[in-house]
């Protein structure tokens, strides 16, 4: 056993938690400015710091830091819920709504620079809001009151919490979740999806910003539209709808097969109200392509669209279609993302007239936001929060691998390949899901892949090409994918095949189990949420029909005694003796009990370490217990795939369990 200190990292996970992670930018309604919010991990004090900015466009001068951005704010999964901005109409106020003093508000701040301020009364959180298109009103959603929230959780405290179909089983249930960024008491509403205790009743108020008069109305009252043109609505598989500001035209993408890889995707503008008449893109940019997303260009027939390649890793491009002439142009090319950095999804670029504001991310360079030149894509930085990490990713060594298994699917991945060490090829670390942009740690963010190639094990994060229906086909495409990627970077001598990890979130952490299971490629492994196990059933089935038929869609299984054979092919906890490599479970408190069955069996054995992380929901999200994630992960791989020990005595213990884990490897006894 090699034991080093780990003092001097090329690329360490810290610097990767306190990445600056950008909203997608809003350009004022005059075309001059472009408004964007910046958040970075803190992780002395365990929190994020969001600051709103708004730049000129033409980049002639740095960013005007113009607010507090507050606490972000999560959806029930964890995921970072999209800053919503809006623009007055003379470009001078920003609107936005923020976590700010434990209270969620509307908050005006002036684009100059010289101060904002709260809108909102603050008796109870702030949902969501609507500027007039005049500008001199705003109408906005609020929940029950904080203090009727409050009293609702003390009174259940008080008095016991009864235990129907909404209670999250499975997690601690007085004030154990994030809810508007504190510490809530957590009811289930649609599937394990967390909703308040005190309900999701919304009421809505106007507030006339002339002279911060308010009272109750009906709803948010949106600038009446026109109706969609007829023609629209006989389009079948309509996925998108995007109508021209302030026209009479509609840009409409249509898809079919959307849980497969060769779905067809159409895009087409409706002309005109009534009946209306269809166009669509026939121009070889726009046939047959993965197009994801439209926006109109401002006072001209343009319409912009985005595609998003699976056999190009993602990578987006930009296209202008000219309604009038019919003639579709390039504007931008990239190898990574171009509408948003794609931690957890795309995002959108800002629209001016002539220019582009986007946050572009890639393999190798963390996201930064440029500016982009609609008629000739030329690219100019405004704001680069993240310089010097992409100084030192810059000699790692990265690249889009795209191979096919035996059954000729194709498969992509982003490879961030480790050097030889005399002459002897790396271990490869796998996770499977899915990876844009700057893929950071992959889906879920855990494991810290340019940290891990840093350190001698190559990394590769594979797309997931496809979902289908069926269990069985699903897990056995990424165990396909995975096993095919292994034969071809061994074939070229890139990487050991005796020495590979794997490790997911999800649906990554259930290809993961699965790859365990049915076959011996992994020679260690890191889960970050539980699989579908008998213990997952029985707590989900309190739920009810909705979670039985999920199940049923999705997994093909029923109760344990009505399916048992698809429950023996898909339930680690029915086949112990097939999960030969020690496995990491970093889990999240509001899931962890759902994989007691086979979790506990594998701890007595000395074949998992387990983790449970408090109030974390399905992603993890503080800094601190991200970076414990990370760190812990690079720790695993390194004893396992390279014999590697780190030699701070804080984790004396961690090692020490972890050679008694390898002592007791066992010998699996099911064939695979």
Known sequence: ??????????????????????????????????????????????????????????????????????????????????????????????????????????????????????????LADVQAFVLHPDGRSLRYSVGPSREAVLLAEQREYEQGIRLDRSAPLGQPLFRSGLTEGRLATQRLGQIFNRVPLAGTAVRWRSLDLETGASREVAGPERAPSPALPDVVASLPHVWQVEREPGGHRVAVLTRTGERSAHREIA???????????????????????EISGVQWRPDSDELLFTVTRYEAGFAQSIYRWNIATGEVQPVIASTGMLAGEGRWAPGACGVARDALACVTAEAN???????????????????????????ALATLDTQLLRWTDADGRTFTGQLYAAPRVDGVPPPLFITYYRCMGFVRGGSGDEWPLASLAAHGISTLCINAPSFSSDAAERYGVGLSAVESAIALLAADGRIDPARVGMGGLSFGSE??????????????????????????????????????????????????DATPEQWQRISPASNLDKIAAPILMQLPEQEYMHGLDYAIPLMRADRADVYVFPHAAHNKVQPRHKLAVYTRNLDWFRFWLLGREDTAPDKAAQYAHWRRMRERLPTPTASR
Do not use: K
């Open 511 to 560: 290809v993961t189990m699965w790859t365990l299971m049915h076959s011996s490629l992994i020679s260690a492994a890191s889960l970050a949420s539980p699989t579908t196990s008998q213990m997952y059933y029985l707590l989900g089935s309190n739920l009810g029909e909705d979670f039985l038929s999920l199940l049923q869609s999705n997994w093909q299984l029923g109760a344990p």
């Open 1 to 122: 056993m090699l034991v080093l200190p780990l003092t001097a990292w090329a690329t360490s996970p810290r610097q990767l938690v306190e990445i600056a992670d950008f909203s997608s930018p809003v350009v004022s309604p005059d075309g001059r400015s472009v408004a964007f919010r910046v958040s970075r991990a803190s992780i002395e004090r365990n929190t994020y710091d969001t600051v709103w900015y708004v730049q000129a466009m033409d980049g002639a001068s740095p960013p005007c830091r113009v607010a507090d951005g507050g606490v972000p704010l999560l959806d029930s999964a964890g995921i970072p819920v999209p800053a919503q901005a809006a623009w007055s109409p003379d470009s001078r106020w920003l609107y936005y709504r923020a976590h700010l003093e434990s209270r969620v508000d509307v908050w005006r701040a002036a684009a100059d620079g010289t101060g904002a301020r709260a809108m909102t009364d603050g």
């Open 365 to 391: 360079r963390p996201p930064r936001l440029e500016r982009v030149d609609l008629r000739t894509g030329a690219r100019v930085v405004l704001f680069d929060p993240n310089a010097a990490l992409a100084q």
């Open 267 to 289: 895009l087409y503008v409706a002309h005109g109200g009534g009946a209306g008449h269809l166009e669509r893109c026939t121009a070889p940019a726009c046939m047959g392509q």
